[in-house]
């Protein structure tokens, strides 16, 4: 099956009235799949009932959570993993580098060999 896209307009970054505008590619996103429905769908492949695959992946979300408030990088096998990434100000000295310096905080998402093998090969339909 073939990732669905469509074109966007786009100015260029940095300059004033965005400058010379271009058309890019952006994919379309569909309906999504909630942890509900990922329940079902696995439960159809598998002889694990609805409430323990509902009891495994809500007790991964809140030890992924656990893990990553303690610094951690979250493992998820050919899914990928998750990390915290910060944004903070400049400090003059390391001591002056502290919590009050971070300004952002965010998780990113680093895709596994199966994702990367799925996108390696993915075919684009507009």
Do not use: C, W
């Not at 100015?11 to 079902?40: N, R, S, W």
């Amino acid at each position: 099956m073939a990732i669905q896209i469509k074109s966007v307009e786009r100015g260029q970054p940095g300059v004033a009235g965005g400058g010379v505008k271009k058309y890019y590619a952006t994919p379309v996103h569909g309906k999504e799949i909630t942890l509900d429905g990922l329940t079902k769908a696995i439960e159809k492949t598998s002889t694990v009932n609805g409430a323990d695959i509902r009891a495994v992946l809500y007790a991964m979300v809140e030890e992924a959570v656990l893990g990553l408030s303690e610094g951690r990088i979250i493992r998820l096998g050919d899914l990928g993993s998750l990390r915290i990434t910060l944004s903070s100000e400049g400090k003059e000295t390391p001591e002056a580098v502290t919590g009050s310096a971070v300004k952002k905080a965010g998780v990113i998402f680093t895709p596994g060999s199966k994702l990367q093998e799925m996108l390696k090969v993915a075919k684009f339909t507009k």
